[in-house]
């Protein structure tokens, strides 16, 4: 079990485990032109904290909301936040002026720190609401940072361990997006469970991914794990893969973490960049086909580490690790966590059997003002959504979100094991598979298929797929229907937007 004092600040006690573990010298934050050491970090976030409490009136409890790209700044300025007692909101940097109102609004945020670039979207987010009351942008907040006095450092507030840290926003694909509330000892809890027991990071670390920090998957492996480690994060400069291939070759990342797709097209980018200095790659977000795992497997000699984790849980709870890893299972409960498959009514199913997966450990679900905090959490255990089953060792395996079973003349029908099937055709690159509407059957299975470069859709390849799903999987499960498309629909953390292709079918 873990224990944490009663006064705990997330962001300076990661700091101070961070110089602990690296020294003060120890390198922090790599952006494409310049490096801090885990001492400027601390002592910049303090400088920083200084200006929020002293220049813009913060108190412990405002909700600030943060508002910047992957890069050091929106690291420094996160520890700040934390370190004056403040509330973070991030917010991926993508979101429209209209969609940060909602947000401002619902978390009742006080104060903005936002980043140069991006400042108009929060200008405009502003004069629709009444809440947001200060604001500053990261130029103004470098400038009245610098003037402090040489010296100038802060005392982080001695928050309690159970205060508030952050608000984390769910990315609402299936509804209006919920807050999620998380506390201090939260914030620790993720480094001290799947981070410490399936990551051995060390201070010669430099960690990579593509997960905005406002979603808590790169949260928790950019920011978080690093600095509890002494670590450090390479930031990617802009958008895209290429240059996340450029940045791993060039800072010779050795970890990453990103989502299943992020693996499939950094593999075609291989030949042109140095992946070789990776040794621990982490994907999350949705399932990782085995398909996916075996080609990465057989491309750098290096077995990823699959995790399922929510926004809701803050970070993963059922892992692979080291040499545990069972391609195609996501992995057995992270130590701390307790898992098990449910059936409708709440009991527990034995192995084998497939039912809703459960969860309990040290962080949960704490939606901010939602009626659908009930629905997630039943009888102390935390309801992901999701249908699983567990095996008699202790391996969890995905079948589908409830919501996106597929239920074909009485047959269940998991989609990413359909897709796992088709994505190991060596024409494939990209596979979703939906449960499309049927007169006869209720549903049928339907895929949409992305070709890899050198192929071209035809009728001779479509049914060359359907026969290839008969002959890896139980022949039921193969597409009746399948369509060729250019790509699909994806959320900007990596993640198969299925309600979109369900809406067009
Ligand atoms: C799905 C997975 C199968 C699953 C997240 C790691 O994804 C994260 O949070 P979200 O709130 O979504 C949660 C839902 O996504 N999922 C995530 N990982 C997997 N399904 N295998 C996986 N490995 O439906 C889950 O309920 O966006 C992931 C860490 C922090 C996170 N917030």
Request: charged share 20%; glycine share 8%; net charge negative.
């Amino acid at each position: 079990e873990l224990v944490y004092p009663e006064r705990l600040n997330a962001g300076a006690e990661l700091l101070r485990r961070a110089i602990a573990a690296a020294g003060p010298d120890g390198r922090a934050l790599i952006d494409h032109d310049h490096e801090f050491s885990w001492s400027r970090v601390d002592l910049i976030s303090d400088r920083m904290a200084k200006v929020l409490v002293e220049q813009m009136g913060l108190v412990p409890g405002n909700r600030v909301l943060l508002h910047g790209p992957n890069s050091s700044w929106t690291v420094l300025a996160w520890f700040a936040i934390l370190k004056a007692g403040g509330v973070v909101v991030a917010t991926m940097p993508m979101l429209r002026a209209s969609e940060l109102t909602t947000v401002i609004d619902k978390a009742r945020i006080s104060h903005a720190l936002v980043y140069e670039t991006l400042a108009d979207a929060v200008t405009e987010a502003r004069a629709g609401t009444a809440c947001l009351t200060h604001v500053m942008t990261s130029a103004e907040l470098q400038r009245a940072a610098q003037s402090l006095p040489a010296g100038t450092r802060f005392d982080a507030v001695a928050a309690a361990a159970d205060d508030p840290a952050l608000i984390a926003f769910t990315s609402g694909t299936t509804g209006k997006p919920k807050g999620c509330v998380h506390f201090h000892r939260d914030v620790l809890a993720m480094a001290d469970t799947f981070a410490r027991h399936t990551l051995d990071l060390t201070p010669g670390d430099v960690v990579v991914g593509t997960p905005p920090i406002a979603f808590t998957f790169g949260l928790g492996g950019l920011v978080v794990f690093p600095a509890a480690a002494g670590a450090a994060t390479a930031f990617v400069p802009c958008p895209g893969f290429d240059a996340l291939a450029e940045t791993i070759e060039r800072c010779r990342a050795t970890a990453i973490f990103t989502a299943p797709t992020g693996y499939r097209t950094l593999l075609k980018l291989a030949d042109q960049h140095d992946l070789s200095s990776l040794r621990t790659c982490v994907s999350a977000g949705e399932a990782l086909p085995a398909a996916t795992s075996d080609a990465w497997h057989e491309a750098t000699g290096v077995r990823i580490i699959d995790g399922i984790g929510s926004t809701e849980m803050i970070h993963i709870f059922i892992s692979a690790s080291g040499d545990d890893i069972r391609p195609g299972s996501t992995g057995r409960a992270v130590p701390g966590y307790e898992a098990r498959i449910m059936d409708a009514e709440g009991h527990p199913l034995p192995p084998g059997e497939t039912g809703r997966l459960a969860v309990r450990g040290p962080t949960g679900c704490r939606y901010l003002d939602d009626p659908r905090q009930s629905a997630y959490v039943q009888n102390g255990w935390n309801l992901t959504g999701d249908v699983y089953r567990l095996d008699e060792d202790g391996y969890f395996w995905f079948v589908a979100r409830a919501d996106d079973m597929i239920i074909s003349s009485g047959y269940n029908i998991g989609a990413p094991e359909v897709e796992d099937a088709l994505l190991r055709h060596p024409a494939v690159a990209e596979a979703a598979v939906i449960g499309a509407p049927d007169e006869e059957r209720g549903q049928i299975v339907k895929a949409f298929i992305v070709l890899n470069p050198g192929h071209e859709a035809s009728d001779d390849l479509r049914s060359g797929l359907q026969t290839h799903v008969k002959s890896v999987i139980a022949p039921y499960k193969y597409p009746r229907a399948l369509d060729f498309v250019d790509a699909l629909p994806k959320t900007q953390t990596g993640k198969l937007q299925r309600f979109r292709l369900k809406a067009d079918a």
